[in-house]
């Protein structure tokens, strides 16, 4: 007697979530359905190069595919239907679901923990204050060419 997965609700709490708190998504191994669009829904996301963040899996995936397609690749159309062709961290990455891949766990933690440290302990709360160690006048060049004047 559980809500369907589609259920408004469901994704109301996300959406307050993200309004009050910061979300930051690990993904450090095999993510499948609602747990796989939370991801997407976070303020942060970090991935493992070793991970999948998948809508479906292979099996699923392969039985909506047609018997035309199917035999493409049994002729040598493609390598076949991967956890990493589907849903690896690369393609996660380069789509921007992710912000950036770690290569273990310990890393993927450090990198939530440096994002977390830029934030307040509390939406009621203005931003942590630390030491510019950056000059005023430095100027990015690359900036100039990539951010129009007008």
């Known amino acids: ?14 959406a307050d979530c993200l309004e009050t708190v910061p979300v930051a998504s690990a993904v450090m191994g095999s993510v499948a359905g609602l747990p796989a669009v939370r991801v997407g829904a976070s303020h942060f996301a970090v991935m493992l190069r070793s991970a999948a963040l998948l809508v479906a ?8 595919r047609t018997r035309d397609e199917a035999a493409g690749e049994a002729a040598g159309g493609s390598a076949g239907l991967t956890k990493e062709r589907l849903g690896g ?12 891949v770690a290569d273990t766990e310990a ?16 939406v009621a709360e203005r931003p942590p204050k630390v030491a510019e160690r950056d000059s005023r006048w430095r100027r990015d060049l690359q900036l100039r060419r990539t951010v129009p004047l007008d």
């Not at 899996?57 to 909506?64: A, L, S």
């Not at 890393?107 to 509390?122: D, H, T, V």
Request: aromatic letters at 6%; charged letters at 20%.
């Open 1 to 14: 007697s559980g809500e369907p997965v589609n259920d408004p609700h469901r994704f109301l709490v996300i």
């Open 57 to 64: 899996g292979p099996r699923v995936v392969e039985q909506t």
């Open 89 to 100: 961290a690369a393609i996660h990455l380069a789509a921007g679901v992710v912000d950036v």
């Open 107 to 122: 890393e993927a933690l450090n990198l939530i923990r440096r994002f977390l440290s830029y934030l307040p302990q509390s």
